[in-house]
């Protein structure tokens, strides 16, 4: 899959009533920016055409590399890395722990595309937390 941040993998979604939470790896190698993050998606079913809405980037810690990610329902975002630097893959076959788990909360999912929602007649402002 292609978009226009280069070549991405699709690898984790969430469903709510209506919509979609998606989240892509977007390869540090495949984009020209040189880093490597996880992009995370709304699409909303609510109407004929789908709508995509593109809510938030959550960059890996430098020379980290996504392998996998899985979204849940509440915005949790979770990543693998199989390698971090200076650990080599050859390395967990000997029983070193070469990888990690990272992991995010999303806040405010819900929100509109400028981030801003009325609750209960208060203005709230969501921010990526990670």
Known sequence: MTHPL???????????????LVAVVNYAWANRGGREAIEVFDVVMRTRRPRLTWRVCLPLPPGQGANSVCVFADGTVLATVLARPGTAIADF??????????????????????NIHWSAGRLLVGEAAG
């Open 6 to 20: 280069g070549r991405t993998g699709v690898a984790g979604f969430a469903a709510r009533a209506g919509a979609l």
């Open 93 to 114: 076959v000997t029983g070193r722990v070469t990888g990690a788990v990272w992991q995010w909360r999303i806040v405010a999912t819900d929100f509109m595309p400028d």
